[in-house]
């Protein structure tokens, strides 16, 4: 198709299903991904827009021995809690003061999950193990780093939130899935070293991309969204 045509209703089906199967995924398969289809992946998302064409994207893609070896460093600190307090974000990805309906949607979100999985409130460590999985990206077979260049101001970085979504989407088009993850921000020092980065790079989140666990509970969560009503208003006059 191309830019000018109208999109035929099996395609308009295509990208709608794509987008509306996209979940966060919390269990993978090991199930190993080939390099060319990661590849395939990040070509399509990097049609993604930026202003004046500036494409502040940078991923690193970490798949065997080295996703292992980022893993295992990352858990070593977050086992240690003495170590792990000196550990902090360098952004502030959520706000510093929650208020509704942000904080009711954010709790909400984590006691379903809890709930699917067994977890009652006061069980700290399992609610610390499950957190632990994010920095095994769920298991999944290729983990992606994404960075940006200290110089690039708010825009890029909404420009960033287009791209990943683009690999979220690229991802659903061939049958994958991905969690999108800022807990890996909080080791953004221990990133930086491991991949080694230049002082001009900046983490910006991580992401688990390969095939879902059909028969993990925590794959079942599907979280609400707010009616079109209730976030957009229309201006006729």
Not at 10 to 29: I, K, Y
Not at 108 to 126: F, M
Not at 205 to 234: H, K, Q
Request: charged share 20%.
């Amino acid at each position: 198709m191309g830019p000018f045509d109208l999109p035929s209703d099996a395609e308009t089906a295509a990208v709608d299903a794509a987008l509306l199967s996209r979940r966060s995924m919390r269990a993978f398969l090991p199930t190993p991904l080939a390099r060319d289809t990661v590849e395939a992946i990040l070509r399509v998302a990097s049609k993604a827009p930026s202003g004046t064409n500036t494409q502040p994207w940078q991923v690193h893609v970490l798949m065997g021995s080295a996703r292992q070896r980022l893993s295992d460093r990352i858990l070593a600190i977050y086992g240690n809690s003495e170590e792990l307090a000196t550990h902090q974000e360098e952004y502030a990805y959520y706000p510093r003061e929650w208020a509704s309906p942000y904080v009711d949607r954010r709790r909400k979100v984590g006691w379903d999950l809890y709930g699917l999985l067994g977890i009652g409130k006061t069980d700290k460590a399992r609610m610390q193990a499950q957190h632990a999985r994010n920095y095994r990206f769920f298991d999944a077979p290729v983990g992606l780093i994404f960075s940006i260049d200290r110089i690039m101001q708010q825009g890029s970085w909404l420009d960033y939130g287009m791209f990943l979504q683009s690999v979220m989407v690229a991802a659903r088009a061939r049958g994958l899935h991905t969690c999108p993850q800022a807990a890996f921000t909080q080791f953004h020092r221990v990133i930086a070293e491991e991949l080694g980065f230049t002082s001009n790079q900046m983490v910006v989140c991580g992401m688990a991309l390969g095939y879902a666990d059909p028969d993990a509970i925590e794959n079942t969560l599907v979280t609400e969204r707010a009616p079109v009503s209730e976030f957009a208003r229309f201006i006729t006059d």
